[in-house]
């Protein structure tokens, strides 16, 4: 048994979808990892998928797909993925429940594992593939 990694909004979905239609041919989805790099420590990574990994899991919310990275998984476990447009930026957002910190260009962030007990003793979810 175990717990959903990530959720995706409508939002979010949407933007995958666009992204696969864009990219053509054998896009099938993108995955979510963790790098790690700028001041705060970690950033969160994103790249098309053409041919799934069979160690990620596999997040799917209104025909979107997005694979998780298998060493990302407790650092991501109970986020919520959307997707924003400003007046400056548009991009890909991450709620975070094991965000720590973040810099204050908000590129990067400090994560730290996600607390296991603490997610059994809610009882949330179980939706685990891969």
Known sequence: MGFAV??????????????????GGEA????????????????????????ANPKDDLVEHQ???????P???LYLLGTRMDFEVTTLRSGFTFNNPNQTSA??????VELKPADLAALAAKGDAVVRAG
């Open 63 to 69: 025909g979107a797909k997005v694979w998780v990275a």
């Open 103 to 108: 810099c204050g260009c908000g590129e990067s």
């Open 6 to 23: 990530m959720s995706l909004s409508d939002a979010a979905a949407g933007r995958v979808k666009a992204i696969v239609e864009n990219a």
């Open 28 to 51: 099938e989805g993108i995955r979510v990892s963790i790098k790690k790099g700028g001041c705060a420590g970690m950033e969160y990574a994103i790249d098309l998928v053409t041919a």
């Open 71 to 73: 060493e990302a998984v």
